[in-house]
């Protein structure tokens, strides 16, 4: 009888934890995974980065035979949404080789050692399927830098991290078997993961551009009727900034209401719908009051109005007094396709013309009834204000940053915030330049409404009739209105702005 029971303790106890630290069905293995790098469209440069690995996995010899070594690691960093999943599985189907997919969060355990001996599983099975490709995503989940930040260390994550670095390492240059990872923070991982010999290189997945988009647009818009006059370049030049995610929400998005409205195929009414629910909200219902619908129609009309008529700025898409979100009113506009790169006047005109909507009602309301409308501008405003001066030495304390050190995410590594590199003085002189920027962005913006009164009551009355009016007719009706010499004035005004901040 002691026997047996201590039989069946023995099956309902130790029997659970006798694969414990074992991947089991956790790890996806996939022997071909049917994708090919035609069917990765946008991140071309990606791609050819990728292609010597394939190369690799297919002709070894190619490169043993002038002594290279191909890197062991490669590490695919980028926003989320952009296909660096895709990615990975198209190089182990170009190169018909076994994929090994996990994610980082798989080896993450409450008992210490079980990560690592997962890690352990993983790569004994990986090196009996050589050659192939180990995908790991999220890596950050195990590959956070050690001993950093408050709490000292995880005595679980460093070793799952010291056991991944150890089979690194045992690598020899004929192993063929490449560890491909995912990550959109890089700056959190631990420098010995990223030496030469683990992951040496580094592939950056950025958004698509422009032609980018159109072409995942295409591979998506593969299974939808779409309408003939539905243009993909038109709705790639509508959404600057979307991953390929983001593109594949919107064709799905915009399907839905097609369906919903019984269509047969989806034109550019679901379309412009869906990439309005996207970037904004749901539509809400329209304000009913009529005081409260011009005092909307003002605010919008006031930022898209200077936006027109100053240089430098993106081009007006649409502005609507249709509630969205939290928002009661919305103007949209055509960011550049270069994002990463804007001038002094850039940021003046855009200062100018986040301050139309609280100008436009201290035009028609006075200062003692002007309303929290514009928190958000100001807000927004301001933070690109103190960037101008602290980070991009756009002022007349000059080209040097001024911002604090070390004000990073102390539980991202790198310990607590110490002091600044700015003397109080110092300090007291930005919070001074940043008043004066605004202040005279707030005159510039002034002079512009005022000059344009009746083009500004026309706009709101037609925006209060329409409830909708496109960047195409708004252009039109403010080159009608405004003379040339006024827009010279106006540039002249800017240039002389810029020049004296």
């Known amino acids: 009888m002691f026997f047996q029971t201590l039989s069946f303790l023995n099956v309902l106890f130790l029997n659970p ?24 469209a946008g991140i071309d440069s990606a791609k050819r980065e990728l292609e010597e690995v394939v190369t690799f996995l297919k002709e070894p010899a190619k490169f043993q035979n002038v002594g290279a070594n191909i890197p062991r690691g490669i590490l695919l960093v980028g926003p989320p949404g952009n296909g660096k999943t895709l990615l990975a599985k198209a190089a182990a189907g170009e190169a018909d ?61 460093e070793q799952t991290l010291n056991q991944l670095l150890t089979e690194m390492d045992g690598f020899d240059n004929n192993s063929r078997i490449i560890v491909l990872a995912a990550t959109n923070r890089v700056d959190i991982l631990d420098s010995a993961l990223l030496r030469p010999g683990r992951f040496d290189r580094q592939v950056t997945v950025n958004l698509p551009t422009i032609n980018g988009r159109i072409e995942i647009l295409k591979v998506h818009a593969k299974n939808k009727p779409l309408d003939p006059d539905v243009s993909l370049r038109l709705i790639a030049q509508r959404t600057p900034g979307f991953s390929g995610a983001d593109l594949a929400n919107l064709l799905n998005e915009a399907a839905i209401n097609a369906a919903r409205s019984m269509k047969e195929s989806i034109t550019f009414t679901e379309i412009n719908y869906a990439i309005d629910k996207i970037i904004a909200g749901l539509e809400g219902t329209s304000l009913v009051e009529l005081f409260d619908r011009r005092l909307v129609a003002f605010h919008e009309v006031g930022h898209a109005l200077i936006a027109t008529v100053l240089d430098k700025h993106e081009s007006v898409q649409k502005l609507t007094i249709i509630p969205r979100g ?81 004000m990073r995410p102390v539980f991202l590594g790198r310990g607590i915030p110490k002091n600044t590199n700015c003397s109080d003085e110092v300090i007291s002189k930005i919070d001074t330049q940043v008043q004066t920027l605004v202040k005279a962005c707030y005159e510039q913006a002034t002079t512009i409404l005022k000059d344009n009164r009746i083009l500004m009551d026309y706009l709101v009355d037609l925006l209060i009739e329409e409830e909708v009016i496109e960047g195409e007719d708004f252009e ?14 106006y540039k002249k005004a800017m240039n002389q702005l810029t020049t004296k901040l």
Do not use: H, Y
Request: glycine residues 10%.
């Open 17 to 40: 934890f006798a694969n414990f630290g074992k991947m089991n069905s956790k790890i996806e293995v996939v022997q071909k995974t049917n994708v090919k790098f035609a069917d990765v």
């Open 97 to 157: 080789v076994p994929f090994f997919s996990v994610s980082g969060s798989e080896f993450v355990e409450m008992f210490v050692g079980v990560g690592a001996s997962r890690m352990r599983d993983l790569f004994e099975r990986a090196k009996t399927k050589a050659p192939c490709i180990v995908f790991v995503d999220e890596i950050d989940a195990i590959g956070r830098q050690r001993g950093a930040g408050i709490g000292s260390s995880n005595d679980e994550k």
């Open 326 to 406: 939290r928002a009661n009113g919305l103007t949209w506009f055509t960011p550049q396709e270069s994002l990463n790169m804007s001038s002094r006047e850039n940021f003046l005109t855009r200062l100018s013309s986040a301050l139309g909507g609280r100008v436009a009602e201290d035009i028609i309301l006075g200062r003692n009834l002007t309303t929290t409308g514009a928190s958000g501008d100001l807000k927004q405003l301001t933070n690109i204000t103190r960037r101008l001066i602290t980070q991009f030495g756009m002022s007349n304390l000059g080209p040097i940053t001024l911002s604090k050190r070390g």
């Open 476 to 489: 039109k009706i403010v080159g009608s209105f405004v003379s040339s010499e006024n827009l010279l004035k």
